[in-house]
Nanobody, 124 residues
Framework: QVQLEESGGGLVQAGGSLRLSCAAS????????MGWFRQAPGKEREFVAAVSRTGGSQYYADSVKGRFIISRDNAKNTVYLQMNSLKPEDTAVYYCAATTVRYGSRRVYEYGYWGQGTQVTVSS
């Protein structure tokens, strides 16, 4: 089992950057692929990015490809989301999640563990 806690959200102007962190508890962090999802008011939770358990493979939604970078540090039990060139449409609550499914799952239901979320607001 793994517990997740996000941090790093906040208010930023369009074109700016933020880095989200997600700290995991437990000694089995390396057994999980990790993902970031987001949910804007009135919308469904959507996939943003995922990283394989070794960190060697990354997967991105088309809407963030080229702007966001997902990475992980297994020694620190932490996954990161570097967000650059932020747009107002990136405004949402961002969640990190863990899955035993390999190869970059984009499906919410395949992630069994979730953090509480961190708010990201991008002003125009």
């Amino acid at each position: 089992q793994v517990q997740l806690e996000e941090s790093g959200g906040g208010l930023v102007q369009a074109g700016g950057s933020l880095r989200l962190s997600c700290a995991a508890s437990g000694r089995t962090f390396g057994n999980y692929d990790m993902g970031w999802f987001r949910q804007a008011p009135g919308k469904e939770r959507e996939f943003v990015a995922a990283v394989s358990r070794t960190g060697g493979s990354q997967y991105y939604a088309d809407s963030v490809k080229g702007r966001f970078i997902i990475s992980r540090d297994n020694a620190k039990n932490t996954v990161y989301l570097q967000m650059n060139s932020l747009k107002p449409e990136d405004t949402a609550v961002y969640y990190c999640a863990a899955t035993t499914v390999r190869y970059g799952s984009r499906r919410v239901y395949e992630y069994g563990y979730w953090g509480q979320g961190t708010q990201v607001t991008v002003s125009s």
